[in-house]
């Protein structure tokens, strides 16, 4: 036999081994997946933050909406979601759920389980059904909530836009380039005085500028329509957005005492609530941290679904985590790059001169 048959023998006889022990590892740890169960974990809300019951609750939401694929050695969907929870709580890259999490799972069958939670997330049975802006019954209720923790009336919401880290995109990279010459997604939301998320859009690069997203917002229609009906409502944004009659934002450079001051230093407290949002959301999704290596759409789609789970933690009454500080980029001290449509911006100017006559003069 020649040297080289006797090499291609060898290396068929390996391959056939590590075949083997592959197949051997991937039953051996099928059935300690099998024996163990992961949400008797008395560190599962620490590790996954939803506790037990709430995880299998909104599971149970998912499940018609969640396609898996399916192979001889597919996870559960149980333990499908526990993969992307992992994720979504810690900003490990995929790789650590191997190690982590008290399941052995290879690295593209935890990639595969992130996809698939994630897709089921942003079904839009699922969103609407955790992220849904107050309509006209509800609003009441929401603006009593922001009126009687901050003193100001009408207020729906505040709103705000939060930087998240993604990889250079292969595709018009330069417009995902921010002011700190980071390649980010700018995430405008939407929340209430509870930090319950009301609004979510996940899909501007990081180059663009609030007001922009603002001005071809759906949530923007939204607002005009229901002033135009006669309600008298608004959101609170700072002053990287455009004063209108549904957006109010503060004075800049108001003189010290005055009633323009004290609605302004009431503006800035009330609306402080977005801010909070967001580090009770990436502290508890740290996933929201750090740079995410996917591309833009995937980016926003995970957003989307820490949203959805920021919800349910919020509706649960789950404790809110610590936050870590979080390097922000500061809205511009300029506002000469706001578009404005100039009639829209008088009406504004008139509703908020309105309101500081009603309330801050004393």
């Known amino acids: 036999m020649s040297g080289i048959a006797a090499l291609i023998i060898h290396r068929r006889v390996l391959n056939q081994e590590k075949e083997k022990l592959r197949i051997q590892t991937m039953i051996r740890n099928k059935r300690f997946r099998d024996l163990s169960n992961p949400y008797e974990d008395p560190n599962f809300q620490i590790t996954y933050r939803l506790t037990p019951d709430l995880a299998l609750a909104l599971l149970r939401d998912l499940k018609p909406v969640w396609q898996q694929h399916h192979y001889s050695s597919s996870l559960p969907i149980e333990l499908k979601f526990l993969c992307a929870l992992h994720f979504f709580a810690h900003g490990s890259y995929q790789k650590s759920l191997t190690k982590d999490v008290d ?3 290879s690295q593209p069958t935890s990639s595969r389980a992130i996809s698939e939670a994630v897709a089921a997330l942003n079904k839009p049975q699922i969103i609407k059904k955790w992220i849904n802006f107050p309509n006209s019954p509800q609003m009441g209720a929401t603006v009593s909530r922001n009126y009687q923790k901050f003193g100001i009336p009408g207020v729906l919401g505040y709103i705000d836009g939060t930087h998240i880290k993604l990889k250079k995109p292969t595709q018009h990279e330069e417009l995902y380039v921010n002011r700190k010459g980071e390649h980010t997604l700018n995430a405008q939301m939407v929340c209430d005085s509870s930090l319950k998320i009301l609004n979510v859009c996940a899909r501007y690069p990081g ?3 609030d007001s922009f997203i603002w001005r071809f917002s759906a949530l923007r229609k939204v607002m005009m329509n229901l002033n135009g009906e006669g309600s008298t409502c608004w959101l609170l944004g700072d002053s990287g957005y455009p004063l209108e009659p549904w957006l109010l934002t503060p004075i800049l450079n108001a003189e010290e005492g005055t009633p323009q001051n004290r609605y302004t230093n009431t503006h800035i407290k009330a609306r402080n609530c977005i801010e ?19 591309e833009p759409t995937k980016v926003g789609c995970i957003v989307n679904a820490c949203a959805v789970l920021h919800n349910v933690c919020i509706t649960a009454g789950l404790t809110l985590p610590n936050v870590v500080d979080e390097d922000t980029l500061a809205p511009d001290a300029s506002t000469a790059d706001i578009y404005r449509d100039m009639q829209i911006y008088e009406q504004g100017l008139q509703v908020r001169q309105q309101l500081i006559q009603r309330l801050f003069y004393y």
């Open 276 to 294: 909070r949002c967001f580090g009770v959301l990436k502290s508890r999704f740290r996933c929201l941290l750090r740079k995410m290596e996917y």
């Open 103 to 105: 399941f052995k799972v």
């Open 207 to 209: 180059a663009t500028h």
